[in-house]
């Protein structure tokens, strides 16, 4: 079992809808979320963090996460064709040397107009 | 700029060839993260820096490569008797708190030949 598991899409979701995202992780003391988004070509941006149970927003982004079953996910909002990225999700495992992220295979997400 | 920078960007090598890559952390941050990333997966961790100390090195990583943070600033990433199978994507990330998200460089992409 990988310790982080997304589906790799592609998710294709229409201009203005909500595109949602889902990530399990393995480790249950697991700590620290992290959403980041990459586009072809270039490196990972961190668009979200969470590490309490429930939803954090941030403009058209939720991060949601649940540590007793262990997955968080990530919505968006008014998804724009921009949106079409891979999305990694990162775990910090408590106890892991010095914040290492154990990141998942990433969603590809497709917004079309 | 005080982004996290890598260079070269692009190397193209042959078989059995030693590559070295560079990476400049945000000054401010005393932790340096080496990941490597091949296409349609997400990053993989090789090592970690805390200043100038390497704490984990990861068990994936053969003995043909090396890393070094000379003084906690730039970290150095060397692999000796390059195989295509190196081939990826090398990425540099630095955080500055254990619960901080990376910032990571734009990555050197190797290709082996």
């Known amino acids: 079992q990988k310790e982080v598991e997304q589906n790799s899409g592609p998710l294709s979701v229409p201009e203005g809808a909500i595109a949602s995202l889902n990530c399990t992780y393995s480790?249950?003391?697991?700590?620290?979320f992290f959403w980041y988004r990459q586009y072809s070509g270039k490196s990972p941006e961190l668009i979200m963090f969470i590490y309490s149970n429930g939803d954090k927003e941030d403009g058209r982004f939720t991060a949601q996460l649940n540590k007793a079953s262990q997955y968080v996910s990530l919505l968006i909002r008014d998804s724009q064709p921009s949106d079409s990225a891979t999305y990694l999700c990162?775990?910090?495992?408590?106890?892991?040397?010095?914040?290492?992220?154990?990141f998942g295979g990433g969603t590809r997400v497709l917004v079309k107009p | 700029d005080t982004g996290v920078s890598q260079n070269p960007r692009h190397k193209i090598t042959k078989r059995g060839q030693n590559v070295t890559f560079r990476c400049d952390p945000i000054?401010?941050?005393?932790?340096l993260y080496w990941y490597r990333q091949t296409l349609g997966q997400g990053p993989e961790f090789l090592t970690y820096f805390q200043n100038e100390a390497q704490l984990e090195k990861s068990r994936l990583l053969s003995d043909r490569f090396s890393a070094e943070r000379p003084k906690g600033s730039f970290s150095t990433l060397e692999i000796q008797r390059t195989e295509q199978g190196d081939s990826a994507m090398y990425l540099c990330?630095?955080?500055?708190?254990?619960?901080?998200?990376?910032?990571f460089g734009s990555g050197t992409r190797l290709t082996v030949v």
């Open positions: 990162a775990v910090n495992i408590a106890g892991a040397a010095g914040n290492k992220l154990t």
């Open positions: 480790d249950r003391g697991s700590q620290s």
């Open positions: 000054s401010e941050h005393n932790r």
């Open positions: 990330a630095s955080s500055l708190g254990v619960s901080d998200g990376y910032t």
